[in-house]
């Protein structure tokens, strides 16, 4: 397996943009005029078509894309014992999905992504994230039905995530990451959060990581620290890297994946912002702790704009390491 760079190696969140012909393909499914078979060639042709580009651009610890995957929530909910799925929820603006309902114990039925992470992994010698919605998100973007409270329903959701997790490693993923969008808007649950990834991350030998979107920050600060992952992956420049004022109080322990372009915004930021934003942050988290990579996932801009800031990111984080190994800064053995 290919190294990461020994100095600020560059990632990304999860999600790529699906191509027009992907997209197409997927609402001819739901109407019933192509078949299972036609959609999964398709898939598996946009997956190959964002390793290459990962590649290209030299990105150090790749992502499948997701281009499987229709939403964060009900793909998983449609796989596992004890769900079933509502009709279209407003998300926000003119964005909707399709609400998991959870109507009786929750079952895990069989590895969900493994197939998906062993075809992506089998493209590239680069390591390849697996990677699965978290307990806490998962239940706070369910309707619960079956449960008694929100802490039943996480911590049921725990337990078959963590069987997930497990699959996951034994198929070879060095990296597994759980993402938590949903953490930062209930600050009071942060202890419910806490002990549901406990749950998960049991006994994995793999580094593993949690995304959290941008929410209550400065409200769940310093106490997200607690959460028992090896990185937290941080939505940090749409909002003018505000997120370093409670890093100063309260110094960031972990490893931190710093999210430099702004993923909700068709403006692509220059190379010099994005190096600035690097040195910035370099002030308060060590280079040795710092991982580069997109605010969030970029599914929601084109594919010219996914890569361009794919690009940017990349491009700038090489610079950054070179201007600190020209002082003699070694930042990863």
């Not at 929530?73 to 449609?78: R, S, V």
Request: proline content about 5%; some cysteine.
């Amino acid at each position: 397996m290919r190294p990461v760079s020994e100095c600020l190696p560059t990632t990304s969140v999860g999600s790529f943009p699906k191509p027009e012909e992907l997209k197409t393909a997927r609402t001819r499914f739901t109407r019933g005029q192509i078949k299972k078979d036609e959609l999964t060639r398709l898939e598996k042709k946009a997956t190959e078509f964002w390793i290459r580009k990962q590649e290209e651009l030299d990105i150090d610890l790749v992502v499948d894309g997701e281009m499987y995957r229709g939403d964060m929530a009900t793909y998983f909910a449609e796989n596992v014992g004890g769900c079933e799925i509502s009709g279209l929820v407003r998300s926000y603006g003119n964005r909707y999905y399709k609400k998991p309902i959870v109507t009786g114990p929750l079952k895990f039925k069989g590895a969900i992504t493994v197939e998906w992470f062993k075809f992506a992994q089998g493209l590239t010698d680069r390591p390849v994230i697996g990677m699965f919605t978290g307990p806490y998100t998962m239940m706070d973007w369910s309707f619960i039905e079956y449960y008694k409270t929100r802490e039943e329903a996480a911590m049921a959701w725990a337990e078959v995530l963590h069987e997930e997790a497990a699959a996951l490693e034994r198929a070879g993923a060095q990296y597994i990451q759980i993402d938590e969008p949903a953490v930062s808007v209930r600050p009071e649950e942060m202890d419910l959060a806490v002990r549901a990834m406990e749950v998960v991350v049991e006994g994995l030998k793999a580094k593993t990581i949690t995304h959290i979107c941008y929410g209550a920050f400065e409200k769940i600060y310093p106490k997200v620290l607690e959460i028992p992952v090896d990185r937290i992956d941080l939505e940090m420049s749409n909002s003018g890297l505000d997120l370093l004022e409670h890093m100063k109080r309260n110094p960031f322990t972990k490893e931190l994946g710093l999210g430099v372009v702004d993923v909700h915004s068709h403006k692509l930021e220059s190379k010099d912002e994005v190096k600035k934003r690097i040195r910035d942050v370099m002030k308060y988290v060590p280079a040795e702790r710092l991982w580069v990579d997109p605010d969030c996932g970029l599914k929601t801009r084109t594919v010219d704009e996914a890569i361009e800031k794919m690009r940017v990111v990349s491009e700038a984080a090489r610079e950054v390491r070179k201007e600190l190994k020209v002082k003699g800064k070694v930042c990863r053995s």
